[in-house]
């Protein structure tokens, strides 16, 4: 009976970071309390000796969550007839937004060019790579996958693996994946369906769609259907909403396979937080509850006590209400849902970060840590068993001790004893912080610096060379991450940035 049910689910993980609103995890404690159970699952859910009994998320096609599809001023309900007009739009090259788990995906054919291009147009996101879902076909399920990218074993099962992260992998030269998925690049973000909604969608498409976070600039990903239609109603040509509530947002994780292991690049659903993965014991024992509330950017959050610590799923930048509100509901729901509650605070030392400024605001004891001395501690927090260490710890840009932009550094000792002994030399970025977007600056600088001269990149040349010889918001930096910038500038690759780091990923690239 819950045969292409989208909501079926399984009785050991299935859903439930996005589900509980309170623990301990009973399903009244969830979103699925909105879901009356019928006879027939209530006699599974209260059953000791059936494989359901008290799988929280348990519903069917009568009793539990529904799909409805919205285009224009059309609606579609029922889980059938709303799937088939979704697929039947994904099949004419139209852009659907469409609600999972932890938020809503942006679908669209990935083999479709004009489907792509127009995606990238609207969603202003003319270059960052874009991610792919592949149908699960074959009995591993990478068949298709095998078509577009060159995978090695390591790749393969972490594609299969219970997470279902979001996997980089090269492109096959003569893939009929559209260039406009990642230009620039030679590999795709690949990902398997990893719910019964997608699975139910990819398959009925058969072929591999585009599926980006639903969000805007850098947001948190959206969740409620009334704010995706509203901010999204520009984007997306179809919805395909459900009714089961997404109490907080978890975006997908972002992993790559280096020298033989999958290491993050961002964590979010199905590994933060997450018993198995995280969190993970600390190298000491904290005296008091303490909460860390990250950076600026890409920001997650992280709950310690005693010398256990749980890691937030990723969040975004905070330069918006949206990812300050998220931000705010995550610290207090990471408390509640553990049941600890944080007496001190830790942030970056940098005093104009949105999380440096609410961790102030909070009235808690804060403890201030060095930008970079933060990267050095966390890589020696993973091997307690090395005493002293040289740590290169290089970046885009933090606020060093001093006050200047460093981000090329050589520090020796150990987490909270930190020496700086070497860097980078430093060199003055004209224009600060627009540096990060418009890398031709950075080149300009180093020029300048040699002695050389440098004439590409803004109208009046001479107006800028001026503010960088008087130091006119011309800070010093020693940044690893603008050296890199500078270097796609100068030899031709990037002048101007639609995405942070496009430089230097468009120069690995051509690289390897």
Known sequence: RRYRYPFINCTQCGPRYTLIARLPYDRANTSMADFPLCAACRAEYDNPLDRRFHAEPVACAVCGPHLWYEAEDARIDGNDAALQACV????????????????????????N???????????????????????????????????????????EAVLRSPERPVVLAARLPGSALSPGIAPGLNEIGAMLPYSPLHHLLLESCARPLVATSANISDEPVLTREEEAARRLGLVADAFLHHDRGIVRPADDSVLRVIAGRA???RIGRGLAPVERELPFELPCELSVPTLAVGGHMKNAIALAWGRRVVLSPHIGD??????????????????????????????????DYASSRWARNSGLPLVTVQHHHAHASALAGEFPQVKRWLVFAWDGVGRGD???????????????????????????????????????????ALCWEAGLDWTRGAEDMALVRTAWSGGI????????????????????????????????????????
Not at 120 to 144: N, Q, S, T
Not at 327 to 344: H, K, M, P, S
Not at 473 to 491: I, K, M
């Open 318 to 351: 905070l330069d918006s209400p949206r990812g300050m509100a998220v931000f705010t509901q995550l610290i207090a729901d990471l408390q509640q849902l553990y049941g600890v509650r944080a007496v001190r605070m830790a942030c970056d030392a940098h005093p």
């Open 88 to 111: 039947e739009a994904l099949r004419a090259g139209r852009i659907v937004a469409v609600k999972g788990i932890g938020g809503y995906h942006l679908l669209c054919d990935g083999t």
């Open 473 to 512: 918001n011309a800070p010093a930096t020693c940044a690893v991450g603008r050296l890199f910038d500078g270097a796609a500038a100068l030899l031709g690759v990037v002048e101007r940035a639609s995405f942070e780091g496009q430089g230097p990923m468009y120069l690995e690239a051509l690289a390897s």
């Open 263 to 265: 290491r993050p690049l």
């Open 402 to 444: 001093d006050g200047t932009l460093w981000g090329g550094e050589a520090l020796l000792g150990a987490a909270g004893a930190w020496r700086r002994v070497a860097s980078f030399r430093p060199f003055r970025l004209p224009g600060g912080t627009r540096a990060g977007r418009e890398p031709w600056r950075s080149a300009a």
């Open 113 to 155: 060019d004009a489907a792509v291009a127009r995606l990238r147009a609207r969603k202003h996101r003319p270059h960052k790579p874009l991610a792919v879902m592949f149908p699960w076909v074959g009995e591993d399920g990478l068949a298709m996958a095998r078509e577009h990218l060159a995978m090695d074993a390591a790749t």
